[in-house]
């Protein structure tokens, strides 16, 4: 890896985004799994996006979500990297409340954990993602943030190359197609009694 600190595989990037699109009117939240870089060349490579709740964010199920998260990433020799979140609210330029909240609770497991935040102004033409770092002490029992979350100077590349253009061309093309009606988050999979493996990306894919 090479040319900045985040980077993230194309495939990610679309898994997350259509689940934003999935519930358009509603908050979404997730993590992403990968692996850190510690060669010259030092940084976060997040390999696969896992959609994890949507609309009113339970403590307890968000709980539930990361200690079978710590399982399946054992596993496959990966770590909880970052969150992701995006607000109902299409006109909210930075992440409060719950995402920070949401983040901190991430981080207090992975303490180098990021948040990624779904930003809906940027131009259709750059990818629709802010990264912020926390600093602070973290705590899961804090009912307010406890990091402050700064947006980072390094902003997210794609993987292998990839660019910004193809990266949208085809999350385009999987809306065109209605692929956000196949996301399954962790919420969704408890609410339907759907197949356990639908949520977590190696399994569904």
């Not at 689940?19 to 358009?24: I, W």
Request: net charge negative; proline share 5%.
């Amino acid at each position: 890896m090479s040319g900045g600190k985040y980077a993230i595989d194309v495939e990610a990037y679309e898994r997350l985004m259509l689940h934003a699109q999935r519930y358009p009117t509603q908050q979404v939240c997730g993590v992403l799994l990968g692996r850190t870089d510690t060669g010259p060349a030092a940084g976060v490579e997040l390999l696969e996006a896992v959609p994890l709740l949507h609309g009113h964010v339970l403590a307890p199920l968000l709980d539930a979500a990361l200690l079978q998260l710590e399982v399946y990433c054992a596993r496959r020799a990966l770590s909880v990297l970052a969150s992701y979140h995006a607000h109902e609210q299409l006109d909210d330029a930075k992440p409060h409340g719950v995402a920070l909240r949401i983040a901190d609770a991430v981080v207090a497991r992975s303490p180098n954990a990021c948040l990624l935040y779904i930003d809906c102004q940027k131009p259709a033409a750059q990818l629709r993602i802010q990264v912020y770092e926390g600093d602070g002490a973290s705590s899961q029992q804090q009912q307010q943030p406890a990091r402050t979350w700064r947006p980072s100077e390094h902003p997210l590349r794609l993987l292998k190359g990839v660019t910004a253009e193809e990266a949208q061309r085809r999350l385009a093309g999987a809306l065109q197609e209605r692929k956000q009606w196949a996301v399954v988050d962790f919420q969704e999979q408890l609410d339907s009694n759907a197949d356990a493996a639908e949520w977590l990306p190696s399994l569904s894919s």
